[in-house]
């Protein structure tokens, strides 16, 4: 499995190589921009696919913070690289001692908790790279606030399934969850996908090779709007893109 997700990272490098304003591979030096990028989307999406690359392909411009959770392991390759999993007594501890960043209960999963814990922040904007924060739907808002108090810029992508169809399909072929929970994270995609307007990007996740670059253009330009990527806009070639942006211009 290891070797697999290797090789697909190899074929993403080979893809398309540095910003995609400027060509470069920007140094750690020139992330210290203090920035956040915020990925989500329901359920099945393929959030860890995407994160896992992106890590792999540009491990010198990312800091993945790692979320805190109650629930289980799926014995995944990269989840010790994603996930600090600890006890609920330990999680309500971090609660009642306000170590958390922002916590939040699971909606589709009684007892299930997630949170960023104040220390794995802190790492973060200390590190100078792009803080990677993957984050349900209904707390980015939240979070971004949080986050722009403390100096930190952030850019939102949410990543959009092909339809519900190929969501059901893609979270049954896990074969982690009974009938009765994909039916309740289908339920929870859908009230997901109602936040989906609220953020900058929106990205229809189908071929991971595009998602990564998509996402790497859409950061790098971020970049440079924080005075960290140095090029001349009116210079640079027109792409087609599929992303949505739904930012509004000032």
């Avoid at 059901?168 to 072929?173: A, S």
């Amino acid at each position: 499995m290891i070797n697999i997700l290797k090789d697909f990272a190899k074929r993403v490098s080979a893809a398309f190589t540095g910003c995609g304003n400027c060509g470069k591979n920007h140094k750690k030096t020139e992330h210290s921009a203090r920035l956040a990028m915020f990925l989500s989307g329901p359920s099945g999406v393929g959030k860890t696919t995407i994160e896992n690359q992106l890590l792999m392909t540009y491990k010198s411009r990312w800091f993945k913070a790692k979320s805190t959770t109650t629930r289980a392991p799926r014995g995944n390759a990269f989840e010790d690289d994603l996930y600090e999993f600890i006890s609920a007594k330990k999680f309500a501890s971090l609660v009642k001692r306000r170590g958390f960043f922002f916590h939040m209960k699971s909606n589709y999963k009684n007892g299930v908790c997630y949170g960023f814990t104040n220390s794995e922040i802190k790492r973060g904007i200390k590190s100078g790279r792009v803080i990677v924060l993957s984050a349900h739907a209904s707390s980015m808002d939240f979070m971004r606030k949080k986050l722009s108090d403390t100096g930190v810029k952030s850019v939102s992508i949410f990543l959009m399934p092909p339809s519900i169809r190929e969501l059901k399909r893609r979270i049954e072929n896990r074969g982690t969850e009974n009938k009765t929970e994909v039916a309740r994270r289908l339920a929870n995609a859908q009230a997901e996908l109602a936040f989906a307007k609220i953020y900058d990007h929106r990205i229809v996740s189908e071929n991971p090779v595009d998602v990564v670059k998509q996402i790497n253009d859409i950061v790098c330009r971020a970049i440079d709007d924080a005075g960290a990527c140095k090029i001349n806009k009116d210079k640079s070639p027109q792409k087609k893109s599929h992303v949505k942006n739904t930012r509004k211009s000032k």
